[in-house]
């Protein structure tokens, strides 16, 4: 399943970035790597508040299709 | 002179590397909690040490270019080389962060790396242990708090000495000892790519380079001008590593630096249990600030207190700006908090000045129309040509005696109705006290205060001299008129003091005088930055945002240029795609600064009294232009194709310090005074020059202004606005003269209307629309529209075509705002004059044609393909 299919709260590991190469290289950079455990914190339109680390990353719908994960 | 040496210092954005920098260096600097806000690198000399450098760069995730500030920042540490790295972590979210430090300590440069935030690592019960860090990744580090000062210079001086040691120990060539945190067959690959590069890059940076180039870095093979067949070569290796590691070479390096991270976090992080997975005090205000339906509600109404502060009526900006206006840089002002009571013997002594002031009007007004009423007497049954116009200096008594002058009254300023009475007596000060309206005890108080004037109230009336604000209270006197008092005592020539005064000093003035509102936008903004909520904006905002092309962080352009437009234009770096940042500079200045305020101000006054809206609308129809631009722009082949990703750090709530906002409030408010300075002033005497002057360099009186150079230079431009309805020199030369500074306009317009029929300057403006205009309210309309929507001022623009990044761009930028307010400003006035019943003629059917093309700019159906740039 892809990040944007979480709902508010759940938590899940992450697979697999995709999309423009760019953006998944910031997002590699912010932490965004297979294995890392991401946390849905908010969630307002289908845009989400994703927790990763320590920190809170704001990410829009088609950014969290591009990131596969498991949920757990 | 010893050496200097040049320290970098570098860290992610919110690390609280801008607060160390100020610590260090004392220096000036913008503070932000909105991710990336440092957009150039900024020095500073460090405290106590006059030979060392300190060097802010933009806080940046990677030195993978992704963003404007990323390229700054990693052009500035590989290319120019600081001679160590001054690396800031956030102690909070420690694993996050050591990724870019991971990639710094590759650059093989002595590096300090200083752990921020410890108080709060301590008090939520983390312990970090620095020495296993240190060890892995090579370098030194230490804890620090730079919020509360502790550890920040230590850490520095640290820096320096490690800088200045590895000069000394190690000879050029010898290599730095730089950690291996890839497995073994990736390292393999990247042993082959240094020994291939070998001597082309600096020997202390090889590994930083051959990991770039495993990567496929294309600006650093590019750089290196490493050829197809070399390439070739070295591509078999990381092939190699793909097929084996089954991912692509960016992801296998990203991926293995967060597992050394993992790793080393494993044995030197422990995490107080007690805390894990609990949402944060962030995250609960989260909770209510970007909920679903109440986030729109709270952001508004945060905009209607910024509203309130700044422009309000009876808000503090409006008082300050009053205050800036007319005392501080005007004529003078009383020291507030004292009695303003006469002290000097007289009509007014022991009076307040206001009282005072009132008592004035009311026997001016008596005096003017009783010389009005005496006068027309005099001139009764005489033929026009022996008419007395001017107050005789003797006054026949007998003639006098007779005239009454009836209905006299003083004018309410706003209303123009007479101001209604107000008694002394005990009952109704009261009232009046506890602010009931003042009636029903019979005095008539409340009612309008309207009389009569016979000779001898007028003999009365006559007595009563204007009262002189320097003899109440104490009086503080203003910029201005200590210049002009200055002037006249050195007994300079009217010509010198027409210059100073009216041209220097006023342009000078009017800038200087929108400081307070222009301060509190600022100050709001740079609360809401510095606490957190902006981030949350840029969040809310983007789904909306995106639908015309723009981004979730172009609203923060937006709302900064409400204030001004040049820090607008500015701000809108930290938008990382290209299309979305170019578009919100074109855009970002539609809202109407504070500059053009007054514009509005001024003509809502002397137009739209009745049309309290038409003021509010400006900002509604700037919003519409973005909105509608935006559309417009998005399907051209320029800014075609899809903005799909946002990705924006939500840095922890905190409570912004007074030094960090007041200097982020700061660095945004110099600019626009220096502007002041450096471009208003020498335009402004420039201005004053061809308004003063004729081709034959004669000084010209005010009343002569149509043999000036700026008249014959109107009228050639004037036929441009005949289609707008304001198609006369005088509105050629207001208009052109508002590129220079938009408040110009109303300054501008003043003084080339002296000519005009009409009592006050307000008058004249009036008689000269309906001069130019059958329809002189649309005139008007139409003129102040134009001088909203066209471009900014000329510093707007110069800033402008610098952040469009080339004369294309720029001009693009420049011609689309022309565009818009000529569109605009023809379509309200010859729509309006149709509507009118004005009739139809060439220019209604130019309107309508204009119209049908920005109609189809906007609906027509999107491009699909975008055109690299």
Redesign the interface.
């Known amino acids: 399943m892809t990040l944007a299919e979480m709902k508010e709260g759940e938590r899940a590991r992450i697979v697999r970035v995709g999309g423009e190469e760019a953006v998944k290289r910031h997002l590699g950079a912010l932490g965004f790597v297979a294995g890392t455990m991401v946390r849905v914190v908010g969630e307002s339109y289908g845009n989400q508040i994703l927790a990763v680390h320590e920190s809170r990353i704001a990410v829009n719908d088609a950014t969290a299709r591009d990131i596969e994960v498991d949920k757990v | 002179m010893e050496k200097s040496v040049k320290i970098a210092l570098a860290g992610n954005p919110n690390s609280g590397k801008t607060t160390l920098f100020n610590a260090l260096t004392g220096s000036e600097q913008y503070v932000g909690n909105w991710p990336g806000v440092t957009v150039e690198k900024k020095d500073g000399i460090l405290v106590g040490h006059k030979e060392v450098v300190i060097q802010d760069l933009p806080g940046i995730?990677?030195l993978?270019p992704?963003s404007l500030e990323e390229k700054v920042s990693r052009r500035f540490l590989v290319e120019e080389g600081p001679d160590a790295i001054l690396n800031i972590v956030d102690g909070?979210?420690?694993?996050?962060n050591l990724?870019?430090s991971t990639q710094l300590a590759e650059l093989g440069l002595p590096m300090v790396m200083a752990v921020n935030m410890m108080d709060v690592v301590k008090k939520n019960g983390d312990k970090i242990d620095f020495d296993r860090i240190a060890k892995a990744l090579r370098c030194e580090v230490v804890g620090i708090s730079a919020l509360k000062n502790e550890g920040g210079r230590e850490a520095a001086e640290k820096a320096v000495e490690m800088a200045k040691k590895t000069v000394v120990e190690k000879g050029p060539g010898k290599l730095p000892d730089v950690p291996h945190v890839f497995s073994g067959s990736v390292e393999h690959a990247i042993a082959h790519i240094e020994e291939s590069i070998q001597g082309k890059v600096p020997a202390r940076s090889i590994r930083w380079y051959a990991i770039k180039i495993f990567e496929r870095d294309r600006d650093i093979i590019k750089k290196l001008g490493i050829g197809v067949g070399e390439m070739k070569h070295l591509e078999e290796h990381i092939r190699d590593c793909e097929k084996e590691l089954g991912d692509d070479a960016?992801?296998i390096i990203?991926?293995q630096r967060?597992?050394f991270i993992k790793r080393l976090m494993d044995k030197s992080l422990a995490l107080n249990e007690k805390r894990k997975?609990k949402?944060t005090m962030?995250?609960r205000i989260?909770?209510v600030v970007?909920?679903?339906i109440l986030?729109l509600p709270i952001f508004i109404l945060s905009l209607c207190v910024m509203w309130f502060l700044a422009v309000a009526e009876k808000g503090p900006g409006t008082i300050l700006t009053d205050w800036a206006n007319d005392g501080f840089l005007g004529d003078g002002w009383h020291l507030p908090f004292s009695t303003h009571e006469c002290r000097e013997e007289g009509k007014y002594k022991g009076m307040e000045f206001e009282d005072a002031q009132g008592v004035f009007a009311r026997n001016d007004a008596s005096k003017t129309a009783w010389e009005e009423a005496y006068l027309e007497k005099l001139n009764e049954g005489k033929a026009d040509a022996e008419k007395v116009e001017e107050m005789p200096e003797e006054i026949d008594e007998k003639v006098a005696a007779g005239v009454v002058a009836k209905g006299v009254f003083v004018e309410d300023e706003e209303t123009g109705e007479p101001l209604a009475k107000e008694c002394d007596c005990e009952n109704c000060a009261k009232k009046r006290e506890s602010g009931e309206e003042c009636e029903g005890c019979g005095c008539g108080c409340g009612e309008p205060d309207i009389w009569d004037v016979d000779f001898a109230a007028y003999k009365a009336a006559k007595e009563f001299e204007e009262p002189d604000p320097k003899q109440f209270g104490v009086w503080v006197p203003g910029v201005g008129a200590l210049i002009t008092e200055g002037l006249e005592k050195a007994g300079v020539g009217d010509t010198v003091k027409s210059l100073v005064v009216d041209g220097a000093w006023g342009g000078v003035a009017t800038v200087l005088g929108f400081v307070p509102v222009i301060f509190i936008v600022f100050l709001f903004l740079a609360f809401l930055e510095d606490c957190g909520y902006m981030?949350r904006v840029?969040?809310?905002m983007?789904?909306l945002l995106?639908r015309f092309g723009l981004s979730g962080k172009s609203f923060i352009p937006m709302l900064v240029g409400k204030g001004c437009g040049v820090p607008a234009v500015m701000a809108a770096r930290a938008i990382?795609n290209e299309r979305a940042r170019r578009m919100t500079v074109i855009l970002a200045t539609f809202v109407p600064c504070g500059a053009k305020t007054v514009i509005i101000a001024m003509f809502a006054a002397l137009f739209f009294r009745e049309q309290w809206y038409v003021a509010a609308m400006m900002d509604v129809v700037g919003i519409a232009i973005i909105i509608l631009g935006g559309i417009a722009l998005k399907k051209t082949r320029f800014f075609a194709g899809?903005a799909?990703?946002?990705?924006?750090?939500?840095?922890?709530y905190h409570m912004p310090t007074v030094s960090g906002v007041w200097h982020h409030t700061w660095n945004r408010l110099k600019g626009y005074i220096l502007k002041a300075g450096l471009v208003i002033f020498p335009a402004c005497v420039f201005l004053w020059f061809v308004m003063h002057f004729d081709w034959s360099l004669n000084l010209l009186a005010d009343e002569e202004i149509e043999k000036s150079i700026l008249h014959d230079f109107g009228t050639w431009i004037a036929w441009v606005f005949k289609p707008l309805g304001f198609g006369s020199w005088q509105g050629a030369a207001a208009s052109v003269s508002a590129e220079i500074a938009k408040e110009q306009a109303t300054a501008t317009l003043k003084l080339v209307t002296v000519g005009m029929e009409g009592a006050s300057s307000g008058a004249h403006i009036q008689n000269f629309f309906a001069s130019i205009s059958e329809f002189p309210k649309l005139a008007a309309l139409s003129f102040m529209m134009f001088n909203l929507f066209v471009p900014p001022c000329m510093v707007a623009i110069a800033v402008t075509f610098r952040e469009m990044g080339s004369q294309k761009w720029g001009w693009l930028a420049i011609g689309f705002q022309l565009f818009v307010g000529y569109a605009l400003a023809l379509c309200v006035y010859q729509f309006g004059v149709l509507f009118a019943g004005g009739g139809f003629g060439v220019c209604t059917v130019m309107a309508a044609l204009v119209f049908l093309v920005c109609l189809w700019a906007v609906v027509r159906p999107a491009r699909k393909a975008a055109v690299k740039t």
């Open positions: 995730y990677s993978s992704y909070t979210n420690i694993e996050r990724f870019f960016e992801s990203t991926n967060y597992d997975g949402p962030s995250d989260d909770k970007t909920h679903r986030a981030a840029a969040f809310i983007d789904r995106r990382e899809e799909s990703s946002f990705v924006l750090e939500l840095p922890a």
